[in-house]
C-alpha cells in the first residue's frame, strides 16, 4: 500500500509543475519573439536577449532543484538518495563554524556551469533518464555566452557592451540546446508527477 501523500506536499507539487509551465512559455516566447530579426540588429536589445535568456534558464535551474528536494521527500530513501555533500549544494548552503565552535549555515551560489551540470546531472541520475551531451559546440557556446552575460552586466570596458551577429546567432543555437534538454525533463518529471498524485 503506497503511502498518502500529505496536502502540503501536493500543494508544493502542483506549484512546482505550474513553475515549470511558466518556463516553458518563457522558453517558447523566447524562441519565437525574443529572437526577432529587427531586435537582432540593435545591440540594446542584444544585451536585453542575453540576458534574459539566462534569466529563464537560471530560473529554469532552480525549479529543477525544487523539484529534486519534492523527489527526495516523496520517494523511499532505500529507493534514492544523494549522499550530503550533494544535499548541501542542492540546497545551496556552506556550514561553517563561528569563534564557539557552533555550525552556523550561509547561502552558496554557484558559478554557472558547475550549477547547470550539477543540476541536470542529478535529476538525470534520480529520474534514470541520459545525462545531457556537453561535448557538443551548442553547450560550449552556451557557457561562453554566459560569461559574456556577466561581462555586459558587469563591463570593464566600452568594448564588453558589444554583442556580435555571431554571438547572438551562437545564443539562439544554444538556447535550442537547452529546449531539448527541457523536454526531456519536464516529459520525466510530468510522468513521475502524474504517478505520485494518482496514489492517494
Do not use: C
Not at 535568456?53 to 532543484?65: D, Q
Not at 560569461?147 to 554583442?163: A, G
Not at 538556447?175 to 526531456?184: L, M, P, S
Request: charged share 35%; glycine share 2%; aromatic share 10%.
Amino acid at each position: 500500500m503506497k503511502k498518502e501523500i500529505p496536502e502540503s506536499i501536493k500543494i508544493e507539487l502542483l506549484e512546482t509543475r505550474r513553475l515549470f509551465n511558466m518556463v516553458i512559455e518563457e522558453m517558447k516566447s523566447a524562441d519565437e519573439n525574443l529572437f526577432s530579426e529587427n531586435k537582432l540588429n540593435d545591440n540594446f536589445y542584444r544585451r536585453i536577449i542575453i540576458k534574459n535568456t539566462f534569466s529563464i534558464i537560471e530560473t529554469y535551474i532552480h525549479i529543477i532543484k525544487k523539484s529534486i528536494k519534492l523527489y527526495l521527500t516523496l520517494e523511499e530513501p532505500n529507493k534514492v538518495s544523494l549522499d550530503w555533500t550533494e544535499l548541501i549544494i542542492l540546497n545551496e548552503k556552506k556550514v561553517l563554524l563561528d569563534n564557539k565552535g557552533n555550525t552556523k549555515v550561509k547561502d552558496e551560489f554557484q558559478k554557472f556551469e558547475p550549477n547547470l551540470r550539477f543540476t541536470l546531472n542529478t535529476f538525470s541520475k534520480l529520474f534514470k533518464i541520459n545525462k545531457p551531451e556537453y561535448g557538443n559546440t551548442e553547450f560550449q557556446k552556451l557557457i561562453v555566452l554566459s560569461k559574456r552575460r556577466n561581462e555586459i552586466t558587469h563591463p570593464k570596458k566600452s568594448n564588453d557592451l558589444n554583442i556580435t551577429k555571431e554571438e547572438l546567432h551562437d545564443l539562439i543555437k544554444s538556447f535550442g540546446w537547452f529546449i531539448k534538454v527541457n523536454e526531456k525533463i519536464n516529459s520525466s518529471y510530468l510522468i513521475w508527477l502524474k504517478e505520485k498524485l494518482n496514489t492517494e
